[in-house]
């Protein structure tokens, strides 16, 4: 799970970086520190002519001849100081935030491995919208703290103790003003900000609900246009748009309150405090010079205490933030069974059996209960069914997508728990109703990123019946097929989807309505094609078309195995 503390452990991963970057910190603090203090002190040593160590320390080392050198050589003093602190601040902001991104990334990549392994049930469930949200959204928002507690936080803090040492030396009286002042502003913004965050909590979930919404819209947009719904849909995407605007206005408004309230108080600290120094030195208890210089250090110290009410803010989102990527990883992950035996070696095809398998979504509502059904080496099934009765359930337990509450699954009389699901996958070729494309080269939808020969390709696509398709396009297979396969009918879809399979040549494919979108003339051309491809392959097929069934050596009705007859 992550934390706040499991964050700052992964920064502390970098301790050398670190140490370099804090030591880069403290000698920029310590080369800004002392800049306030030259040019007012000069007034007590030159206007008032009292002497002091500045312009003694300059006699050591120039002949000055008149006070205007003075002044031009601590100013000379002055910008050569910032300057180096300038090229410090920017090292030091370079290493930092070299950190700082590698932490975020650590904690992408946990959720992304996580995700991996999260059963499609769980995921299905939560939705891509709602994860995306997460993963982008919610990061960000963790990025900006890890910034802001590795970088700023540090050299604020070093500045803020700085500065206290300073003013404490040049008058304690007056220092215990305005440093008893600022913390009191900081701790009111604390304690109202505990209650601002719940407030970003839920227009976070706002968002969620609306990227959401917002992504499954506009995947179905075709569909949503076809049946005349864009009004419908689009107003409810608009009421959750309101409801993040709503949150986000709850949240703005309070949170900038509470700032604007806590820099309100300490401006008036800041009123007190000039009022009180103007006194000492009208009763004589301070030079004008020091005056002015506290006075100078207290308008600095504003910029620590302001980033550390800064800090506050970002931290309070960060733990909101945190809670909610831990959504993602309280999702429950498919079962890891260590491979031990690979049943498929050495062989053309496999058996299946399943033994007592239930499954249930949500654990109350069993989508199967004890099922047992044998399918032989080599075996051509057909599995029919009324609407609800499993049918595609049982295509996703059988490739370990949806892991089964109970029961067995055996391939060629190996329990799937010695097996594993990655050599089960490896094994097991599945071909979806609707088949997903990504908005890329029809190569790339075909391969998924693997290496093979056009050759093998194009042979694949023969299979399929998409060959004379391809090699008629401009561009043949780098044609792009557009977001989610636009470009193509939903016939070529499933070809396309079929040929995919194909190209992994598995021992065992399972077809959920694979060929529904074809013509009847079409289907009979890729089904007589196929036959001879799956000749020694087991095959299941799900379907309601005769065509596919009737190609079947056995059809097994799931509504009559769920009733026991």
């Avoid at 049946?227 to 709850?250: M, P, S, T, V, W």
């Avoid at 023969?462 to 097929?481: E, M, R, S, W």
Wanted: aromatic share 8%; proline share 2%; charged share 25%.
């Amino acid at each position: 799970m992550i934390s706040i503390k499991s964050i700052l452990r992964e920064i502390y991963k970098h301790k050398k970086v670190l140490m370099v970057a804090n030591l880069v910190a403290i000698l920029s603090t310590l080369l800004t520190i002392p800049v306030p203090l030259l040019i007012p002190l000069l007034i007590d040593e030159i206007i008032l002519g009292k002497g002091g160590e500045i312009t003694q320390t300059i006699d050591r080392y120039l002949t000055i001849s008149s006070p205007e050198y003075y002044i031009l050589t601590v100013l000379i003093i002055t910008l050569i100081l910032k300057a180096i602190s300038l090229l410090l601040n920017l090292l030091h902001i370079r290493l930092f935030t070299k950190i700082s991104k590698q932490v975020t990334y650590t904690v992408r990549r946990k959720l992304l491995n996580h995700l991996q392994t999260v059963s499609m049930s769980e995921y299905d469930m939560l939705g891509s919208g709602a994860v995306s949200a997460k993963v982008i959204t919610d990061v960000d928002t963790v990025d900006k703290f890890v910034s802001s507690s590795v970088g700023e936080i540090i050299v604020e803090f070093l500045t803020l103790i700085g500065i206290a040492i300073v003013i404490l030396v040049l008058n304690w009286q007056l220092a215990l003003v305005i440093l008893l002042l600022n913390p009191l502003a900081l701790g009111f913004y604390l304690r109202i900000f505990r209650a601002v965050a719940k407030i970003k909590k839920r227009e976070n979930k706002a968002i969620e609900v609306f990227q959401n919404s917002l992504t499954e819209s506009l995947e179905l947009y075709n569909q949503i246009r076809v049946q005349n719904r864009e009004a419908y849909f689009l107003n409810d995407i608009d009421k959750k748009a309101k409801e993040i605007r709503d949150r986000g206005y709850q949240f703005g408004l309070k949170s900038e309150m509470a700032l604007e309230f806590s820099r309100l108080l300490i401006m008036y600290s800041h009123d007190i405090f000039r009022a009180t120094g103007i006194l000492m030195v009208l009763l004589g208890f301070l030079t004008i010079g020091k005056m002015l210089a506290i006075f100078a250090y207290a308008w600095i110290i504003m910029r620590p205490v302001d980033k550390l009410m800064n800090y506050v803010h970002l931290y309070f989102n960060a733990k909101t933030s945190i809670d909610r990527l831990n959504e993602i990883l309280d999702l429950k992950a498919e079962p890891k069974y260590e491979h031990k035996i690979d049943p498929f070696k050495g062989e053309k095809t496999a058996s299946i059996r399943l033994e007592n398998v239930s499954f249930s979504y949500d654990g109350n509502a069993e989508v199967l209960t004890n099922l047992n059904l044998e399918i032989k080496q080599g075996e051509k099934v057909a599995i029919i069914g009324e609407t609800g009765s499993g049918k595609s359930t049982l295509a996703q337990i059988l490739i370990g997508l949806y892991p089964i509450c109970s029961g067995k699954i055996f391939y060629n009389e190996h329990e799937i728990k010695e097996i594993g699901y990655e050599k089960i996958r490896e094994n097991v070729g599945f071909v979806l109703q609707a088949p997903l494309m990504f908005n890329n080269s029809l190569r790339f939808n075909l391969t998924l990123g693997k290496a093979y020969e056009d050759k093998v390709i194009y042979e694949a696509l023969k299979v399929a019946q998409l060959y004379d398709f391809v090699n008629g396009l401009p561009h043949k297979l780098d044609t792009i097929v557009g977001k989610n396969g636009t470009k193509l009918s939903g016939g070529q879809k499933q070809r396309l989807s079929i040929a995919r399979v194909l190209l992994d040549d598995p021992k065992i494919i399972i077809f959920d309505e694979s060929t529904s979108s074809l013509d009847n003339e079409t289907e009979d051309r890729l089904l007589e094609a196929l036959e001879a491809y799956v000749k020694d392959k087991t095959v299941i097929t799900i379907a309601h078309r005769r065509n596919s069934i009737e190609k079947a050596e056995r059809v097994i009705d799931l509504s009559l195995l769920w009733s026991g007859t």
